[in-house]
C-alpha cells in the first residue's frame, strides 16, 4: 500500500513548467491525474481548478523559443494522485 500521508495537497493551480511561479516540485515526485468534464486526460501542462480551465500543447504550433503554445480549454477540473 502506498503512504498518502507523504503526499503534499495538490493547490488549486498547478503548472508543469518549471519556470511557472504555479511550479510546486514536491506534487511532480507523485503521479497527477486530471479529469476535465469527467474524461482522464493525459496531456495537461497546467490546470485551476476553481477557474474551471487546463492547457494542454497545440499539437503544431510552437512559440518563438520552441515550446508547444498552450491552449485553453474549459470544463469542470479535478485533480488526483495516481496510486
Request: glycine share 6%; net charge negative.
Amino acid at each position: 500500500m502506498t503512504d498518502t500521508t507523504s503526499r503534499p495537497d495538490l493547490p488549486d493551480h498547478l503548472a508543469g513548467n518549471p519556470r511557472s511561479p504555479h511550479h510546486i516540485a514536491e506534487c511532480f515526485e507523485h503521479r497527477i491525474g486530471i479529469k476535465l468534464n469527467g474524461k482522464e486526460r493525459f496531456d495537461v501542462e497546467e490546470y485551476c481548478i476553481s477557474e474551471n480551465w487546463v492547457k494542454i500543447p497545440s499539437p503544431k504550433a510552437l512559440d518563438r523559443n520552441g515550446q508547444a503554445i498552450l491552449i485553453k480549454l474549459k470544463g469542470t477540473v479535478e485533480a488526483f494522485y495516481i496510486d
